[in-house]
């Protein structure tokens, strides 16, 4: 588990995408990536055909629209997914590419804005189905590593060129935006009490020892946001987004996915029989805005909606779509 910013910064590294020839959207200083031309392939699972001009010299930041998609407008606050691929600027070698490897997601929030402008201002206002070229300098985000690893995965990545000058972009990101998602919310308690009341919330149920069983509704669809029910409400200070928490855990896949089968689980602290502690930024999506405001002493069902968790594809290697977590908040700094 990352904090939120880092893994804004390795995705958008990830993300940016693209840019041509035709004068499509630019943001930011887009001159290097005039020459860029891209050829899609005949399938949507194999990588462009990408030329353009070597050596590209690129000393700021910039990001373009080569080809523009004929799909929906993509608006701030929404959920982007994409595939991409990575070019050394030096001589256009190929670094590598996630085509094979399933769609990426990108949150298009405030955290991108501020880190990546040039990103976000690209993808906001461009449409679904859009090839995008982006090009930053390592120091701009003090990289020290290649945004795309040879094998397509994002979990790694290969050194960048010792060639390469630390104020000089030394791989050009192309990006083909396949989708955009409104970004799942937090639900009010209403919302909960409404779900909890038609069946439509996993149940819980307590051994002698304490240790909780999760069961997931048959029949019913997850919520279509990040459901929080408080099962037994603690007396003690309230957790923020920044908190460091000791907590006892449990958690389980609501359907079948690619690592693991529906109510089975997946991570428990109870097993270990040691209670986990870490920051809340330091987690996933689903577990920081879930907990936020809870009170120490609280155990709490959390119904976490795959983009606020591992995503959907299972490229993370986590358990996949929306996953269920029964926490006990033991302490909290």
């Given amino acids: ?18 840019c041509s020839a035709s004068g499509g959207k630019s943001v930011g200083d887009a001159a290097p990536l005039a020459s860029v031309k891209i050829t899609p392939a005949d399938d949507d699972n194999t990588a462009p055909t990408v030329t353009f001009d070597t050596p590209m010299t690129a000393t700021a930041a910039g990001a373009k629209v080569v080809i523009e998609g004929d799909g929906a407008e993509i608006a701030a606050g929404q959920n982007v997914t994409y595939k991409l691929a990575g070019y050394k600027t030096s001589d256009g070698t190929v670094l590598g590419d996630t085509f094979s490897a399933g769609d ?38 003090d990289a ?37 998602q409104d970004a799942p919310r937090l639900l009010g308690q209403d919302e909960v009490k409404q779900l909890d009341e038609a069946g439509a919330l996993p149940g819980v149920e307590f051994g002698k020892d304490g240790t909780p ?3 997931i509704p048959e029949g019913k669809e997850p919520p279509n946001g990040l459901a929080v029910k408080v099962l037994k409400e603690g007396d003690g200070e309230a957790l923020t987004a920044d908190s460091t928490v000791t907590v006892d855990y449990v958690g389980v896949q609501w359907a079948d996915g690619a690592n693991h089968k529906a109510g089975e689980v997946f991570d428990s602290s109870y097993e270990t029989g040691q209670p986990a502690t870490f920051g809340l930024g330091q987690v996933i999506t689903g577990w920081t805005k879930g907990l936020a405001g809870q009170k120490v002493g609280s155990t709490v069902l959390l119904t976490i909606p795959a983009s606020m968790a ?15 977590f029964v926490v006990d908040i033991k302490s909290a700094e």
Avoid: C, F, H, N
């Fill in 1 to 18: 588990m990352r904090k939120l910013l880092a893994l804004l910064l390795a995705s958008a590294m990830l993300l940016l995408a693209g």
């Fill in 104 to 141: 990426q997601t990108l949150s298009l929030v405030d955290e991108l804005k501020e880190a990546d402008p040039e990103i976000y201002g690209i993808l906001v206002g461009s449409k679904v189905g859009s090839w995008i070229a982006y090009v930053r300098p390592s120091t701009a985000t």
């Fill in 144 to 180: 020290t590593e290649s945004a795309v690893p040879e094998d397509g995965s994002t979990e790694s990545a290969a050194p960048q060129s010792e060639s390469a000058a630390p104020d000089t972009a030394s791989e050009v990101l192309i990006l083909k935006v396949t989708g955009a």
């Fill in 213 to 215: 069983t999760i069961s």
């Fill in 310 to 324: 591992y995503g959907d594809d299972g490229s993370t290697g986590g358990p996949t779509g929306t996953l269920v």
